[in-house]
C-alpha cells in the first residue's frame, strides 16, 4: 500500500471512531506520553517540576538589564566604537 493510501485509510479509521472512543484513546495517549525529566508520568509531578523550574528560572537575574538605562547604553556606544575604530 502506498503512503497516500495508508494516510487515507488511517483518516477514515480516526473519523469512524465515536467522541467517546476519541476522548478514551487521548487520554490513553496522555497516559502513555512520558516526560524524560519525569519518568513517572504522572501529572502532579510534571506540575511540581514545572513549578521548580519557573521559581528557577525567576531566580536567575535577566541579561542585558543595564543595556535598560541611558548609562549602559552610553557605555555599550563608546565600548562598540573602540572596537571599531582600528
Do not use: F, H, I, W
Amino acid at each position: 500500500m502506498s503512503t497516500t493510501k495508508q494516510k487515507q485509510a488511517a483518516r477514515k479509521r480516526s473519523t469512524a471512531l465515536t467522541t467517546a472512543e476519541k476522548n478514551a484513546y487521548a487520554k490513553e495517549v496522555n497516559k502513555t506520553a512520558v516526560n524524560p525529566e519525569n519518568p513517572s508520568g504522572s501529572t502532579a509531578a510534571t506540575s511540581a517540576q514545572q513549578k521548580a523550574n519557573t521559581a528557577e528560572s525567576k531566580a536567575t537575574p535577566k541579561q542585558n538589564t543595564e543595556l535598560k538605562t541611558k548609562e549602559g547604553q552610553k557605555a555599550l556606544e563608546k565600548d562598540l566604537q573602540k572596537k571599531a575604530t582600528p
